[in-house]
Nanobody
Framework: QVQLVESGGGSVQPGGSLRLSCAAS????????MGWYRQTPGKQRELVAA???????NYAESVNGRFTISRDGARNTVHLQMLSLKPEDTAVYYC??????????WGQGTQVTVSS
């Protein structure tokens, strides 16, 4: 069983920045990839950024150039540095972990609010 613990959400003014972190723990898991998704009420969860075990990065067009995903392999942790935040970035952000067998794990979610 894998547990994902997220931290770093909060409220910020437009143009501000936040850094999200997600730590994976458990036994017998192998990280194929990790990423961040976000969801607002009434909408589907959408990919924000992802990083594969080999280091391949993938960003949503709406955050490209403003958000940076990185990982600390030794600690099974992934970070999302968010700069130049906009009101439309407001959402619950979820950490995601994929295993090679297709199993997907999710964190509990952390709220990010961008408002003046």
């Amino acid at each position: 069983q894998v547990q994902l613990v997220e931290s770093g959400g909060g409220s910020v003014q437009p143009g501000g920045s936040l850094r999200l972190s997600c730590a994976a723990s458990g036994t017998g898991f192998y990280i194929y990839g990790m990423g961040w998704y976000r969801q607002t009420p009434g909408k589907q969860r959408e990919l924000v950024a992802a990083i594969s075990r080999g280091g391949t990065l993938n960003y949503a067009e709406s955050v490209n150039g403003r958000f940076t995903i990185s990982r600390d392999g030794a600690r099974n942790t992934v970070h999302l540095q968010m700069l130049s935040l906009k009101p439309e970035d407001t959402a619950v952000y979820y950490c995601n972990l994929n295993q090679p067998d297709g199993t997907v794990y999710w964190g509990q979610g952390t709220q990010v609010t961008v408002s003046s």
